[in-house]
Nanobody, 126 residues
Framework: QVQLVESGGGLVQAGGSLRLSCAAS????????VGWFRQAPGKEREFVAA????????YYADSVKGRFTISRNNAKNTVYLQVNSLKPEDTAVYFC???????????????????WGQGTQVTVSS
């Protein structure tokens, strides 16, 4: 199975940017589709973005379209989430998730993914 470790979170002012990373180990990462989710205190986990095995197909929640970009480097076994124009409502723990598949059938469904990282905290101050 694959192990996922997120990094890159932190405290940033509104309007700022961060690049989150999801590093995988334990398996050939190019065989996996990857999604990013986030969970704010007192709220349910919500879908943010997803990417297929090659990076040729990407999916975004409406709330982040135009501000967040998901990408991957399979040679480095890493998926990235560039988060720009951050807002206080983006504050959450961000998780990456993976499933052994070439295409994404249900990118926004958390139960589509089999493996999860521990999360990285993103805090946006106003």
């Amino acid at each position: 199975q694959v192990q996922l470790v997120e990094s890159g979170g932190g405290l940033v002012q509104a309007g700022g940017s961060l690049r989150l990373s999801c590093a995988a180990s334990g398996h050939t990462f190019s065989n996996y589709v990857v999604g990013w989710f986030r969970q704010a205190p007192g709220k349910e986990r919500e879908f943010v973005a997803a990417i297929n095995w090659s990076g040729g197909s990407t999916y975004y929640a409406d709330s982040v379209k135009g501000r967040f970009t998901i990408s991957r480097n399979n040679a480095k076994n890493t998926v990235y989430l560039q988060v720009n124009s951050l807002k206080p409502e983006d504050t959450a723990v961000y998780f990456c998730a993976a499933r052994s598949a070439r295409s994404i059938v249900l990118p926004g469904r958390s139960d589509f993914y089999d493996y999860w990282g521990q999360g990285t905290q993103v805090t946006v101050s106003s």
